[in-house]
């Protein structure tokens, strides 16, 4: 992907034709809010009604803005081929209010900070700043907003990154200034400079999800393999896709999944794996999620298989939203699965530990599982009387791994304080 596609990004297709049509709502609003000043005291009512549509507005935003980093962080050459209402509506996702929310919260902590002491506020503006692309990159690679307050995924952003997270840093800062000096600097409004801000805000966005994508495999980003340029792959016949998606519904329809999952299987296998993650988002929307589970239990050993851990568990997490019974195939799949789990996940660690003797009938595992399940019970669940249960198996029944340094250390820590 070239320099120059990137910069036309935003012009393109159906995404250029909302930008145009957000950038003149953007600028009404902007000149009617600039217009009620002259009325000081219809101000009040004005602005007050005017704040409905402006928060409309910037949420289609910075939703479209944040599908399109998602878009190019997964390879894509073209734009978003089909934009759905409900996919950046502010009043179907919530997410950007709750960003808005964040954002007003940190500055309200910056503003608090100067009261204090100026040299306190400029160190507390250095950390926010040098922390808050790492957390909304988070929360928009993930689109869940408590996932950006995790400590482990925010730090495994930025390590993943290495020295091009200041290239991600600066993309989404200059996307982010952009629109807020035509909004709050800039007076009265010129619609050329909103126009022209509008576009640099997506752009912004772009870029940081290019840099996403040059550093996919730190970040275990799913990425359209027949656009990554590492790989040489063989290119799909579209014809064969749709005639194999038929056989699978019919298939599927007259409850032979089995026999569906086979054939899926053996398609998959004579491309060398190279679709996976194709097929698997084409089955996100398919009629029967007994193929998609099916289809998940396999592509999870291949993504470990290829290290690519992190995607693994984001898979494994969505199929227990599907089904709670969903398990990985193999014990030892499981825990390396829960081990990159972030603390957010907690219910479903909880729930793959809570059944691991059950899902895995005599693991040589099993011991490791009761321990980790202690370790989660206690730092993200506050449960030392479970904790101190599961430790008293592990005594009782492998006294041998009992006497690990490790586990005398935690169960000590454990009845000192319960």
């Not at 900070?113 to 700043?129: M, Q, R």
């Not at 035509?182 to 870029?207: D, E, Q, R, T």
Request: proline share 4%; glycine share 8%.
């Amino acid at each position: 992907m070239s320099l120059g596609w990137l910069f036309l990004y935003p012009l393109r297709g159906q995404g250029g034709a909302l930008l145009l049509i957000l950038a003149v709502g953007l600028y009404l609003l902007l000149a009617a809010f600039d217009w009620s000043r002259e009325y000081d005291t219809a101000n009040l009512l004005i602005q007050s009604f005017l704040a409905v549509p402006s928060i409309i507005v910037v949420g289609l935003f910075q939703h479209y803005a944040w599908a399109s980093l998602r878009h190019v962080a997964a390879g894509h050459t073209q734009t978003i081929r089909s934009i759905e209402i409900e996919e950046v509506s502010p009043l179907a996702n919530y997410l950007a209010f709750k960003v808005a929310l964040l954002l007003l919260g940190f500055a309200g902590m910056v503003a608090w900070c100067y009261s204090i002491s100026g040299l306190f506020g400029t160190g507390v503006v250095i950390a926010i700043g040098g922390v808050l692309p790492a957390v909304l990159g988070v929360i928009v690679l993930d689109e869940r907003f408590l996932d950006g307050f995790d400590p482990e995924q925010v730090t495994r952003f930025v390590t993943g990154l290495g020295p091009a997270y200041i290239t991600f840093a600066l993309s989404i800062y200059g996307g982010m200034a952009s629109l807020y000096v035509v909004s709050f600097v800039m007076s009265p409004p010129n619609v050329v400079a909103v126009l022209i801000a509008s576009y640099m805000f997506v752009l912004g966005h772009a870029l940081a999800g290019r840099v996403l994508y040059v550093r996919r495999d730190r970040l275990s980003l799913a990425t359209l393999p027949e656009l990554d340029p590492e790989r040489v792959v063989e290119e799909v016949d579209t014809a064969a896709v749709d005639a194999l998606m038929v056989d699978l519904h019919r298939l599927c329809g007259v409850d032979h999944v089995d026999r569906a999952g086979k054939l899926l299987e053996r398609f998959l296998r004579d491309g060398n794996y190279s679709f996976d993650e194709q097929m698997h988002q084409r089955l996100q929307v398919f009629h029967d999620n007994r193929l998609l589970l099916e289809h998940s239990w396999h592509y999870l050993d291949r993504l470990l298989a290829a290290n690519k851990t992190l995607r693994g568990w984001l898979l494994l997490r969505n199929a227990l939203d599907i089904d709670p019974l969903f398990r990985p195939g193999t014990a030892a799949a499981a825990m390396a699965l829960i081990a990159v789990a972030p603390s957010a996940d907690t219910r479903y660690v909880d729930t793959l530990l809570g059944d691991f003797e059950r899902a895995y009938p005599g693991s040589e595992r099993l011991p490791e599982a009761l321990f980790e399940h202690a370790r989660w019970s206690v730092t993200q669940l506050g449960r030392a009387d479970r904790a101190l249960e599961l430790l008293g198996r592990i005594e009782r029944e492998f006294p041998e791994w009992a006497e690990h340094p490790e586990f005398r250390s935690f169960s000590e820590r454990v009845r000192r304080h319960a």
